[in-house]
């Protein structure tokens, strides 16, 4: 809303915007405190973060963000050679992108298939959907582990990805309504180019369909990048950095000035989901629901 919009508004309207704008700058101010603490903290010497964590840093200690290449490591649980910065970062890498992928793949086209078609038992498949979505299994956890144990997925990366292929989770919920509003015209008038269903569905639905997809795949590489539990679960011996960070830990006493080092990984580690929001963020904004249709 422009100044001039706003100054037409009546009192009442004006009071609730900015009531909205003094409950955002409050929510985003809770947010960047966090990590501003930290980039403090990680400039200063152990002796200075222990002797007041608030204060500023006598010397702007620089240097601890090259360290954290060098010096960060994480030994695991399982005992053997600690892991460093480098190599947790390159499983951080692989395990979002692969997961990521797999995931908003398989939703995409089990959305679409169900979406699109009718065929016996796709009503049941839905309803099983939104059944495992809305009522937690809490005891599903053990069971999965036994599973993918008894498979080979654990501490297999050649296998692993095979788990996050399943589809049937929030990601298709979210497809498959977008897929119900598309309207079909554009699926019939490619019929009647000849274009058979896989066609339709690449150049014609999947073009429509992108900025949801993005929108999805950035909200998910968020969760993946933060995530400590799926590689702490089934992928000890290949830590990222959300695990990495809570190894950390227990072999912090190798590290001189461990702390600010700690905190100085934490805040290399928050940038790449700050830049692809920041680079994606039109993408995500973007006008979903641009129609094509001509009269």
Known sequence: ????????????????????????????????????????????????????????????????????????????????????????????LWILVVKVFVNVASSMLLAYALARFRFPGSKFLYAMVIFANTIPIIGAGPAAYRLAMNLGMVNNPMTIWLMW?????????????????????????AKIDGANNWTIFIKVILPQVTPCLAAIAITQATGVWNDYSTPMIYMRDYPNLAYGMYLFKDSSFLVKDSMPIYFAAAVISCMPVIILYTCSQNLILNNMTTGGLKG
Do not use: C
């Open 1 to 92: 809303m422009t100044p001039l919009k706003f100054r037409k508004q009546p009192i009442s309207v004006k009071i609730i915007y900015v009531a909205f704008f003094v409950a955002f700058l409050i929510f985003a101010a809770v947010y960047i405190y966090p990590l501003l603490w930290a980039f403090i903290n990680s400039l200063k010497s152990m002796k200075e973060y222990a002797t007041d964590s608030l204060a500023m840093p006598s010397t702007w200690r620089w240097r601890h963000y090259f360290e954290v290449f060098t010096e960060f490591q994480a030994v695991p649980l399982s005992g053997g050679e600690p892991f460093r910065y480098m190599d947790m970062l390159f499983n951080s």
């Open 165 to 189: 292929a399943g589809g049937f989770d929030f990601a298709f919920i979210v497809l498959y309504g977008y897929f119900k509003g598309v309207s079909p015209s554009y699926s019939e008038s």
